[in-house]
């Protein structure tokens, strides 16, 4: 802060002062902001000594039912000429923060004051202690106490309420800190005292003095923990405006006024600002050192209900826009595309939605300018987003709808800013015209069509369904399907082989099949004996007793001579009985088939000599 | 009443062919409207009521890959492999999901080629075709035997055939059991998994992995799994981080 009072009045003043012949009346008196108190309150003792000397020794009131809290002093010094020569007057004001430790009417004992060797009395206070809290004392009631004029008597806040024609709105706060200072005080006062965390507060730092402020400097703002800030105002001259407070006027001067915005819920404090102040002029100036009072600002958590891509810092009131400088565009010549926020709430702190557009664009990073425009003590602006966007591909693009989701305190609902969609379209270049006989190669480049790999494959636009499916070796069809062929494979091969075994045929069975078919015509042609010719009869018994004869002898009888069976059956070892009986049974045969006329003994002779003959080869066998 | 009661919860709970690929097809237009969470909504509740398959856990992945949530990205997208085997498309979303993966495993090396071989087997058409080889084989063997002696040599060939070819899928598909069978694999779907050295809150942290990392899951205790990267780098990590492919 830039000083604007002179140190030369300052040092010529002091030089005055220590000249100065003689000291005024003293006057030394206690009084007390309130008579009523609770006990969870603090109350302000003041004790006042005027002219007392530089020595003058001030003892507090001590009593064990009352507890100090804190303690401040602040001195005033007059100069006043008169016709008995000029005097000065310095007046010392103690403040003491107090608090009762019990309940009932108590006594505030005496100050005393030691003054060359006199010793003064201020009056001992009664006060009444209630049980928890009391309100404050009421505007304008003379307090209790020595009845000598208080110089700083409802100061230097106001008690009653201040025209809105007098002070700014936010100046309309009703104002607690403490009372007691001197004729200039440093006062910090908010808007609201409640918002919604990242809506704006606007804090403003005031002098306010009944006397001429020359300067102010070493200034130092309070700490803002749990806030961002932005500055609104900062008068580099100390411009006084006229107020009315609790009908005292003073003159007010703005030091600061900035925007806050809480970055979290809940209590957030405001401490004190401090400043050095100059006042007066050449003789009566003097430099205090003020602080201002503490403010708490409760800042509320958003309502739920907010939509999905909502950032706490989107709180105000928003408009989205999105341009691109031209619709139409060559290919690999660059286009803008801007994209603006504009409205109330805390700008530098707001994220845009980023730009999104299509592959066949290359969007580079964005450069953000921001403009802000405070009106009215509100901070507003417009935030742009300048993308460079490079076309890579022919086609007509279409960039993302931009949204922002925000929060308006004002209507307390959640809204959406949006930006309608921008197309652009992109064609290919007209291309340089070709000197004819030039050298080619020596071309600058034509843009390309580019189109490149990778990138997030597409979505896969049908669908069959199936379920969480069992392996494959464990469905139902697949075991069958494993053991069933071979099983089906060895099943014939076995099948196979017992065919085979059946379908076998040893001489031995053969045999015994021939015979038992020899016995079989034996016994078809006893059956013929009676019901057919005699030709059919020695014919059958001729094919019963050859094929008996093969299956015994082992080789085929047909065709052989007499004496050629003779030697077989010799040779098989057969009687000659038997062989005789043979040969006889086949000549009988032979007889009667080529002259028939046989008579039926003869038959049953032949069927006799046969039977015989097989029933000795088997007895024989 | 309570007929109609019933009524109305299964026509809630049951979709029909129509209806599911009506679902589909939704999911896809809010996906091309850049609305990724609701693509992802539609997609999951298609799923939920039995309407999975490869297309669907394909489309799931690159929807919630466009949304920026890689555990799940990974995740469905490993699941449309492990049914479809190995697919251009799906091998490239799995890459670029990789791509955006936090964390580096070094000295990892490639994956066995077994699993490799596993991981690529379409499981269904392998499994058909040693089954319709194995059939065949047998049938031209036994038909064989009622053949003359040319034909009989001609079944008897392609009999050869046919067992070469059921070999040869069945190798595969024996391949593919034993991986399936001794082989669990993981993806991190939480932010972030510490892997601790043993298995309780008090372990000391070895190392942290986060959503996308594909991990080996060894075995389990608790509410822990340990888990294997693939440098061979093990811990014990919190279930629920993790889910199974």
């Not at chain 2, 043993?198 to 008090?202: K, L």
């Given at each position: 802060m830039k000083r604007t009072g002179s140190q030369l009045a300052g040092a010529f003043a002091l030089c005055f002062f220590a000249a100065a012949p003689a000291l005024a009346d003293v006057e030394f008196y206690q009084s007390v902001d309130r008579d009523q108190v609770g006990l969870e309150d603090s109350f302000h003792l003041s004790i006042v000594a005027s002219?007392?000397?530089?020595d003058a020794q001030i003892q507090f009131p001590s009593s064990s039912d009352f507890e100090v809290l804190s303690r401040s002093q602040s001195t005033q010094m007059s100069y006043q000429l008169g016709g008995s020569g000029a005097s000065f007057n310095r007046t010392q004001k103690f403040v003491l923060v107090m608090r009762a430790k019990?309940?009932?009417?108590l006594i505030l004992p005496s100050a005393v004051m030691t003054a060359s060797g006199k010793t003064y009395r201020t009056e001992p206070l009664k006060i009444t202690v209630k049980p928890g809290r009391v309100p404050g004392p009421i505007a304008g009631r003379p307090k209790r106490g020595?009845?000598?004029?208080?110089?700083?008597?409802?100061?230097?806040?106001?008690?009653e309420p201040v025209g809105s024609d007098e002070l700014d709105p936010e100046e309309s706060i009703p104002f607690r800190g403490p009372?007691?200072?001197?004729?200039v005080f440093l006062r910090a006062s908010v808007d609201k005292q409640e918002v919604y965390a990242g809506d704006q507060v606007t804090l403003s730092l005031h002098i306010l003095s009944r006397v001429d402020v020359s300067g102010v400097d070493s200034v130092t703002l309070p700490k803002l923990d749990g806030f961002w800030s932005e500055d609104i105002e900062s008068p580099t001259q100390l411009s006084g405006e006229q107020k009315l407070i609790n009908g005292v006027p003073y003159r007010a001067f703005l030091l600061k006024r900035l925007a806050l915005f809480p970055v979290k819920p809940g209590a957030l404090k405001i401490s004190s600002a401090e400043a050095d102040i100059t006042t007066g002029f050449i003789f009566t100036g003097r430099r205090v050192h003020r602080l201002s009072n503490e403010l708490t600002v409760q800042a509320k958590p958003l309502p739920p209900g907010a939509a999905s891509?909502?950032?706490?810092?989107?709180?105000g009131k928003w408009k989205l826009s999105a341009e691109v400088s031209q619709a139409q565009v060559e290919l690999g010549q660059p286009v803008t595309v801007k994209v603006s926020l504009e409205g109330r709430g805390n700008l530098k702190n707001i994220a845009l939605p980023p730009l999104r557009g299509p592959a066949g664009l290359r969007i580079y990073d964005p450069t953000t300018t921001d403009k802000l425009t405070p009106s009215r003590g509100r901070i507003a602006g417009k935030r742009t987003q300048e993308y460079l966007v490079m076309p890579q591909q022919t086609g007509t693009f279409t960039f993302s709808a931009l949204s922002l989701p925000y929060f308006d305190p004002q209507t307390e609902r959640y809204e959406e800013a949006t930006a309608e969609p921008v197309s652009l379209v992109v064609i290919t270049g007209k291309g340089g015209a070709i000197a004819m006989?030039?050298?080619?190669?020596?071309l600058p480049s034509e843009p390309k069509n580019i189109l490149p790999s990778g990138g997030v494959r597409p979505l896969r636009y049908h669908a069959s369904f199936r379920g969480e499916q069992e392996p494959i070796w464990r469905a139902a069809f697949f075991l069958p399907s494993l053991v069933g062929p071979p099983a089906l494979w060895l099943g014939l091969i076995l099948i196979g082989l017992v065919r085979n075994r059946l379908n076998q045929q040893d001489e031995k069975s053969v045999r015994r099949r021939r015979t038992r078919a020899a016995h079989r015509r034996l016994a078809r042609a006893d059956a013929l004996k009676?019901?057919?010719?005699s030709q059919a009869f020695y014919a059958e018994v001729e094919k019963a007793l050859r094929e008996f004869l093969e299956v015994r002898?082992?080789?085929?009888?047909?065709?052989?001579?007499r004496t050629a069976l003779s030697e077989r059956l010799n040779r098989a070892g057969v009687s000659d009985e038997q062989r005789v009986r043979i040969l006889q049974v086949l000549d009988a045969c032979d007889q009667a088939r080529f002259a028939p006329g046989g008579d039926g003994g003869q038959q049953d002779w032949v069927l006799e000599q046969v039977q015989t003959v097989m029933d000795c080869w088997k007895q024989k066998k | 009443m309570i007929h109609l009661v019933w009524l109305s919860l299964l026509s809630q709970s049951y979709y029909t062919p129509q209806e599911a690929q009506e679902i589909f097809s939704r999911a896809g237009e809010a996906y091309y409207r850049e609305d990724y969470a609701a693509a992802k909504q539609e997609y999951l509740k298609l799923l939920s009521h039995g309407f999975g398959g490869s297309d669907v856990l394909y489309n799931l992945g690159t929807a919630c890959l466009n949304h920026g949530e890689l555990g799940d990205a990974v995740l469905y997208l490993e699941r449309a492999r492990r049914l479809e085997g190995n697919s251009s498309d799906i091998e490239a979303n799995l890459t670029i999901a990789k791509s955006r993966q936090l964390d580096q495993v070094l000295g990892s090396s490639e994956d066995p080629f077994v699993e490799r071989l596993a991981n690529a087997i379409r499981e269904r058409a392998i499994g058909i075709a040693f089954v319709v080889a194995w059939g065949f084989g047998f049938l031209t063997l036994s038909l064989?035997?009622?053949?003359?002696r040319r034909p009989r040599l001609l079944g008897r060939t392609m009999a050869i055939a046919f067992f070469t070819l059921a070999l040869a899928n069945g190798g595969l598909l024996m391949i593919r059991a034993y991986v399936r069978r001794t082989h669990t694999d993981g993806v991190v779907t939480a932010k972030t998994v510490q892997a601790r050295e043993?298995?309780?809150?008090?372990g000391k942290v070895s190392f942290e992995i986060h959503s996308g990392l594909k991990v080996r899951v060894l075995e389990s205790s608790g509410k822990y799994l340990r888990l294997r990267l693939p440098n061979g780098l093990e811990g014990w990590a919190q279930a629920e981080g993790i889910s199974i492919i």
């Open positions: 002219g007392a000397p530089e019990k309940v009932g009417t020595a009845q000598i004029p208080d110089p700083f008597r409802g100061f230097p806040f106001p008690d009372r007691e200072e001197a004729d891509g909502f950032s706490s810092s989107s709180i006989g030039g050298d080619r190669s020596q009676a019901s057919g010719t002898l082992g080789v085929s009888v047909v065709g052989l001579t | 064989s035997r009622f053949f003359s043993f298995p309780q809150d008090a």
